[in-house]
């Protein structure tokens, strides 16, 4: 099982980027997907996380109100809508991805390789 990350980019101070995530491979389902982020000499944080059954979520208190994570199960892709972007949401954001593998019923966890969001005062 793979992710892939898309949607980074560079945006203003109060702009809106949208982030998508999409896991592929073959033979799995997905519990849990999530978004985190690592800023430069920081430790990597939660930002938001979904269930994938019940679209259950909970965010980072430093987003509530402004990122959205949201999920398609018919494209199998999981999204973080951001608004009101501020200098200090600067960082890598990665997707994360829990799930089984269905002939095993093992669970298997994957990093996405990131992307950049870039946000200029």
């Known amino acids: 099982v793979q992710v892939v990350e898309s949607g980074g980019g560079s945006v203003q101070a109060g702009g809106s980027l949208r982030l998508s995530c999409a896991p592929s491979?073959?033979?799995?389902?997905?519990?849990?997907m999530g978004w985190y982020r690592q800023a430069p000499g920081k430790p990597r944080e939660l930002v938001a996380r979904?269930?994938?059954?019940?679209?259950?979520?909970n965010y980072a208190d430093f987003v509530k109100g402004r990122f959205t994570i949201s999920r398609d199960n018919a494209k199998n892709t999981m999204y973080l809508q951001m608004n009101s972007l501020k200098p200090e949401d600067t960082a890598v954001y990665y997707c994360?991805?829990?799930?089984?593998?269905?002939?095993?019923?093992?669970?298997?966890?994957?990093w996405g390789q990131g992307t950049l969001v870039t946000v200029s005062s």
């Open positions: 491979g073959s033979a799995f389902s997905i519990n849990t």
């Open positions: 979904i269930t994938w059954s019940g679209g259950s979520t």
């Open positions: 994360n991805a829990g799930g089984l593998f269905v002939l095993t019923d093992k669970y298997f966890e994957r």
